[in-house]
């Protein structure tokens, strides 16, 4: 059964009918609301109830109160107009049953559709990891509830739900050009009003303003609370913004009211709701990454980034005098500022490794995370952000070197220090922001990261060969190569793409067609021209020697960028103004670079 929790907001979807179903709107769903839950007792600051099955994992925001008015107070917009957001249909029972010990089982819808999860996921890595069964199972078990016939994950047998899922994806591949337009038409209208808002009488687009259907959360790398179930959220779990005088946008749960309808014009968002995995994180729906906030947030961002560059000087022959420092804490902010400006990492946080993946960032480093190696250098090995492991070696100032040599053995009172111990001295989390604006107004580590990212992209791109009569996609090349060392420098890493070997695969192939094309032109223009009449196969043959650059060139650039992701540098990192500045340098179309959203 489901452990026991202090809100039903942790509870599996279906364990608490009153809680999570929606009012009864359809025939499937009929259901018995259970008596009131007693009131929940207060938390102690150290719970060691257990946790609930469908509790929490990581989310982009980390927010640790409900959100409330901008710390700035500063007034973002005075009047706001838009949709709501769009929520995911509910649940439709198919009735292709599961199979226990080899014998077909009966689920109830709410069953049927936790179990449909877990179907869909049959073929990927995760239904084989223990920690993603073991979570899974505490959630299944607690929908199934006690007594249930089903009793041991590692006799259940998904398999007939997985192949009908199977059979529906092949149906609507199957779909004809008619069908796929008449369905997509359909979803753009369903879409329509939700797709854009209404601010001080501007249109704005919204980005994504979808609520996530249920699901098992898959985390990033060995996550500690993947395979757990995310619920499905209803209007009343979620906070609106809009403008007063407004009606709250409308919603298809009748019998239900939004959590709560706010008027502040000193934020941004336009909907927030806890995440149904990690309650101590926010979901929200923002504006477009192309409205006016966000380009003007950008611009801030970017001109901090520049305002660094004219006083960085100073800020480094700041940290470096603390590396001299009597007091082993300033040495070893010293160090780590010097680690977040050379290295462009993150700063770290405190983490609940419970509840959270172990991932760290400079202030946080552990010793097991560095070594110091001869000749002045330091290797890092550890799993970064979203369990994307960093590992470098990289030359450092003999100073530096010492003084990490120093921080792996003892600590600023002269403790001994074990593989598992912090590298600098706990806290150091907290104390980093405030040196960071001693030393400039608006300073952070993601302002040196974005420093670092332009600095680096801009001494590329002035390095990089664009030789005269170069086709676009040989500029596009060689702006990708500058970015992808951007990416590198960030951590903008991934593992290689399933379908990568796939691809290349075709890729290679196209090229060797197009490779015994080129040779069969070659030998008719050379019979051509001994005829004297070579004119239109020698056009023929240049056409297909230029296909056969441009497959050459993509598959090495695909090859070459299979484990980097470019987007997110060159979205949140890299000043466009530099982009923008080689494009018109180059004559290479911006929209080859930026995609239209």
């Known amino acids: 059964a489901a452990a026991s929790s202090d809100s039903d907001d942790d509870l599996p979807l279906g364990a608490r009918a009153a809680a999570l179903a929606p009012p009864p709107a359809k025939k499937a769903k009929k259901k018995t609301a259970p008596k009131p839950a007693p009131p929940a007792a207060k938390k102690k600051k150290k719970a060691a109830a257990p946790r609930s099955s469908a509790s929490p994992a990581p989310a982009k925001k980390r927010v640790r109160a409900s959100p409330g008015p901008s710390k700035s107070k500063d007034k973002k917009w005075t009047t706001l107009a838009h949709g709501g957001v769009l929520f995911p249909p509910d649940y ?8 226990y010990e080899g014998r077909p089982v009966d ?18 890595d995760f239904a084989a990891k223990p920690k993603f069964r073991a979570n899974f199972w505490a959630a ?54 939700f797709k ?27 996550h500690p609370r993947m395979g757990q179930l995310k619920r499905r959220i209803y209007p009343r779990d979620i906070t609106i913004n809009i403008g007063r005088g407004e009606a ?13 309808v706010r008027h502040d014009g000193t934020v941004t968002w336009l909907a927030f709701w806890k995440d149904p995995i990690n309650e101590k994180e926010y979901k929200y729906v923002w504006l477009a990454a192309n409205s006016a906030f966000k380009a003007d947030s950008d611009k801030s961002k970017y001109e901090t980034a520049r305002a660094l560059k004219a006083r960085i000087a100073s800020i480094r022959a700041s940290y470096e005098r603390d590396w001299a420092s009597a007091d082993v804490d300033t040495q070893q902010m010293g160090v780590a500022l010097y680690f977040i400006d050379k290295l462009a990492l993150r700063a770290g946080h405190e983490k609940d490794t419970e509840n959270e993946a172990d991932t760290v960032g400079c202030c946080n480093l552990k010793v097991s995370d560095v070594d110091v190696l001869p000749g002045h250098k330091v290797k890092f090995d550890f799993l970064g952000k979203d369990s994307i492991r960093y590992e470098n070696v990289v030359d450092v ?67 990089a060969r664009v030789p005269p009569g170069a086709t676009v ?32 695969e075709k890729v290679s192939a196209r090229i060797e067609a197009l490779e015994a094309e080129e040779a069969a032109l070659a030998v008719a223009a050379k019979k051509a021209s001994r005829d004297g009449d070579g004119g239109a196969e020698a056009k023929r043959l240049a056409r297909k020697r230029e296909q056969l650059a441009k497959a050459r060139l993509q598959a090495a650039v695909r090859e070459d960028l299979k484990t980097v ?10 000043d466009p103004r530099i982009t923008i500045a080689w494009c018109k340098r180059t004559e290479t179309p911006l929209e080859k670079v930026f995609n239209k959203s």
């Open 565 to 574: 992701a470019l987007g997110t540098s060159k979205i949140n990192y890299l």
């Open 473 to 504: 996609d040989e500029k596009k090349a060689a702006y990708d190569r500058a970015n992808k060392e951007v990416a590198v420098l960030c951590n903008h890493q991934r593992a290689v793409p399933k379908g990568h070997a796939g691809q290349m």
């Open 397 to 463: 100032e003999p100073r530096v070197a010492a003084l990490v040599a120093a921080f792996r053995v003892r600590d600023g009172k002269g403790k001994a220090k074990g593989p598992s111990d912090l590298l600098f001295y706990e806290g150091m989390v907290g104390d980093l922001n405030g040196k960071l604006k001693s030393l400039m107004p608006k300073l952070s580590a993601k302002v040196f990261r974005t420093f670092n990212a332009s600095v680096t992209l801009d001494s590329l791109l002035a390095a």
């Open 196 to 222: 854009s808002a209404v601010v001080d009488g501007r249109v704005e687009a919204v980005g994504n303003f979808r609520v996530e259907p249920p699901g098992l959360f898959r985390g990033r790398g060995e």
């Open 248 to 260: 709250a946008p409308p919603h298809p749960y009748p019998g239900q009211r939004w959590k709560e």
């Open 107 to 124: 689920l109830t819808p709410d069953q049927e559709e936790v179990a449909t999860l877990f179907a869909a996921m049959l073929d990927t």
């Open 92 to 99: 439709e029972p198919h009735g292709v049953r599961m199979l």
């Open 140 to 193: 299944f078990s607690g929908v199934l509830g006690a007594g249930h016939a089903v009793r041991d994950l590692a006799k259940c047998d998904f398999r007939p739900i997985a192949e009908h899922l199977g059979r529906l994806r092949e149906e609507k591949k199957a779909a004809s050009k008619e069908e796929k337009a008449a369905a997509k038409a359909e979803r753009d209208a369903a879409e329509a009003r």
